[in-house]
């Protein structure tokens, strides 16, 4: 094609006939539209329009996109070192990271291993902790206990741990590995809600309930279960739900009593989020293992990271083999934790808790009118996560295009339509934000 409109139609006919694109059909395709740049808040499309993205890039873009401290990091490490494998090796960006990570994180995290994605550092998890009960002699304490409808990811095991019944890997079901499942705790994280009347079942006080299954769970089965693993505090991609923190204390000394690890998955949660630095602070409690992915960079490369308690890599360690059975290529990539090391830098010179409880209170204004919609069941906001559960599902065709019309970026799933913009989102921001969703919710229900 002659013209830069005729060869970009030429890119999207490519796209839509030999692409793959993230939970997509090859012959029926989600339409998708063509990015040029990005700037700030903002996703620029080739045709020049600007779109304010709502979802920071899948949670990952938490500084903005392309933050010039962020890019400076990466070419400054491209310049000298852009990759070196980890066996056997060190490097600075590594050591520099590692010290960031302990220092922002709960005292009583000691060790860490740094994977490629979300997904991965979950497998990483779940490894570590049958390899720990295997160190102890228990080795029939290899299965995992978590909450129905979470998301921890798409490969195996990961997958094993969101909900095979109810949730996206329905289809893998009986091919997974069973894993033992304990209801969604009742308990709403206080205030949370904009709809919910206080004096329900799911109102502001924790509930001890809550804790039920899992102790009768553990009562019988604990010789099996290696781990706890779940979302504290905001389960993500499973149904966009907050619960209440006290369930997490409960959940961790019902656990430790027999023998049981836990694993917080902070993969959507970590670094300011929620409105603190972790979603675990919310509780005060440590579990024995944290993943932590998506804002570890601000959005720029792909890394994750697996922390874990002395105890835990001290234990795995002096095992058989007397090792840690995980190594990938990539491992500690140091542009990646070049940037990684830069993205904490910023996140505290930024005080990126405080930006997410800003935006809080402008997200609970912005969607205040939504909570008296009909066809809405519930608004509810947390940190810098606003989301609205529809009674239906929406079609994501028709919700993406109409948002894109009103110029934001958002990406509905489910009956659920969230917002998670970049914590430097401004006033104006956040308002084109809410203002599209007031406008354009109503017409998808
Ligand atoms: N765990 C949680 C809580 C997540 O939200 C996600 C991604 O949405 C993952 C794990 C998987 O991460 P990734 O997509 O980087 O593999």
Same mark, same amino acid.
């Given at each position: 094609?002659?013209?830069?409109?005729?060869?970009?139609?030429?890119?999207?006919?490519?796209?839509r006939?030999?692409?793959?694109?993230?939970?997509?059909?090859?012959?029926?395709?989600?339409?998708?539209?063509?990015?040029?740049e990005?700037?700030?808040?903002?996703?620029?499309?080739?045709?020049?329009?600007?779109?304010?993205?709502?979802?920071?890039?899948?949670?990952?873009?938490?500084?903005?996109?392309?933050?010039?401290?962020?890019?400076?990091?990466?070419?400054?490490?491209?310049?000298?070192?852009?990759?070196?494998?980890?066996?056997?090796?060190?490097?600075?960006?590594?050591?520099?990271?590692?010290?960031?990570?302990?220092?922002?994180?709960?005292?009583?995290?000691?060790?860490?291993?740094?994977?490629?994605?979300?997904?991965?550092?979950?497998?990483?998890?779940?490894k570590?902790?049958?390899?720990?009960q295997?160190?102890?002699?228990?080795?029939?304490?290899s299965?995992?206990?978590?909450?129905?409808?979470?998301?921890?990811?798409?490969?195996?095991?990961?997958?094993?741990?969101?909900?095979?019944?109810?949730?996206m890997?329905?289809?893998?079901?009986?091919?997974l590995?069973?894993?033992?499942?304990?209801?969604?705790?009742?308990?709403?994280?206080?205030?949370?809600?904009?709809?919910?009347?206080?004096?329900?079942?799911?109102?502001?006080?924790?509930d001890?309930?809550?804790?039920? +299954? &899992? =102790?009768?769970?553990? %009562?019988?089965?604990?010789?099996?279960? @290696?781990?706890?693993?779940?979302? /504290?505090? !905001?389960?993500?991609?499973?149904?966009?739900?907050?619960?209440?923190?006290?369930?997490?204390?409960g959940?961790i000394?019902?656990?430790?009593?027999?023998?049981?690890?836990?694993?917080?998955?902070?993969?959507a949660?970590?670094?300011?989020?929620?409105?603190?630095?972790?979603?675990?602070?919310?509780?005060?409690?440590r579990?024995?293992?944290?993943?932590?992915?998506?804002?570890?960079?601000?959005?720029?490369?792909?890394?994750?990271?697996?922390?874990?308690?002395?105890?835990?890599?001290?234990?795995i360690?002096?095992?058989?083999?007397?090792?840690?059975?995980?190594?990938?290529?990539?491992?500690?990539? +140091? &542009? =990646?934790?070049?940037? %990684?090391?830069?993205?904490?830098?910023? @996140?505290?010179?930024?005080?990126? /808790?405080t !930006?997410?409880?800003?935006?809080e209170?402008?997200?609970?204004?912005?969607?205040?009118?939504?909570?008296?919609?009909?066809?809405?069941l519930?608004?509810?906001?947390?940190?810098?996560?606003?989301?609205?559960?529809?009674?239906?599902?929406?079609?994501?065709?028709?919700?993406?295009?109409r948002?894109?019309?009103?110029?934001?970026?958002?990406?509905?799933?489910?009956?659920?339509?969230?917002?998670?913009p970049?914590?430097v989102?401004?006033?104006?921001d956040?308002?084109?934000?809410?203002?599209?969703?007031?406008?354009?919710?109503?017409?998808?229900?």
């Amino acid at each position: 094609p002659e013209t830069a409109e005729g060869r970009a139609a030429e890119r999207l006919r490519f796209d839509r006939e030999h692409l793959w694109h993230p939970y997509a059909s090859t012959l029926d395709p989600v339409p998708v539209f063509e990015a040029s740049e990005t700037r700030g808040a903002e996703i620029v499309l080739t045709d020049g329009r600007r779109l304010l993205d709502g979802i920071s890039s899948w949670w990952c873009a938490a500084y903005g996109h392309r933050h010039p401290r962020l890019v400076a990091a990466l070419e400054r490490q491209a310049r000298t070192m852009p990759h070196v494998m980890f066996g056997g090796l060190t490097h600075e960006p590594a050591v520099r990271l590692g010290e960031a990570l302990l220092e922002m994180l709960p005292a009583g995290f000691h060790s860490i291993f740094y994977a490629d994605s979300g997904s991965v550092a979950v497998e990483v998890a779940m490894k570590m902790a049958v390899q720990y009960q295997a160190a102890l002699g228990k080795r029939t304490k290899s299965n995992f206990v978590t909450i129905r409808s979470g998301y921890h990811g798409d490969t195996w095991n990961a997958m094993s741990v969101c909900d095979p019944e109810e949730g996206m890997h329905g289809l893998f079901g009986s091919s997974l590995p069973v894993r033992f499942f304990i209801p969604h705790p009742k308990s709403r994280f206080p205030g949370s809600s904009l709809t919910e009347e206080p004096e329900t079942e799911t109102g502001t006080e924790f509930d001890a309930s809550d804790l039920e +299954p &899992l =102790a009768a769970l553990l %009562a019988e089965r604990s010789d099996d279960i @290696a781990a706890l693993i779940l979302e /504290p505090v !905001l389960q993500g991609a499973g149904g966009m739900r907050f619960y209440h923190p006290d369930f997490l204390k409960g959940a961790i000394e019902l656990c430790h009593r027999h023998g049981v690890l836990v694993i917080f998955d902070e993969i959507a949660t970590g670094f300011g989020r929620t409105g603190e630095w972790f979603a675990m602070n919310h509780a005060g409690v440590r579990p024995d293992i944290v993943t932590l992915g998506k804002a570890l960079t601000g959005g720029l490369m792909t890394l994750s990271a697996v922390v874990t308690s002395k105890n835990v890599s001290d234990v795995i360690s002096s095992g058989t083999p007397g090792a840690f059975m995980h190594g990938p290529t990539f491992m500690a990539n +140091p &542009l =990646a934790c070049a940037v %990684a090391a830069e993205a904490l830098a910023l @996140a505290r010179d930024l005080d990126a /808790p405080t !930006l997410a409880r800003r935006i809080e209170g402008k997200l609970r204004t912005g969607l205040a009118p939504l909570a008296k919609t009909d066809g809405v069941l519930d608004v509810r906001v947390l940190g810098a996560v606003g989301v609205v559960e529809t009674a239906k599902p929406v079609d994501v065709r028709r919700a993406t295009p109409r948002f894109v019309e009103a110029g934001v970026w958002l990406r509905p799933f489910g009956r659920w339509i969230y917002a998670m913009p970049p914590l430097v989102s401004t006033t104006e921001d956040v308002k084109r934000l809410t203002d599209a969703m007031v406008t354009v919710i109503p017409k998808l229900l």
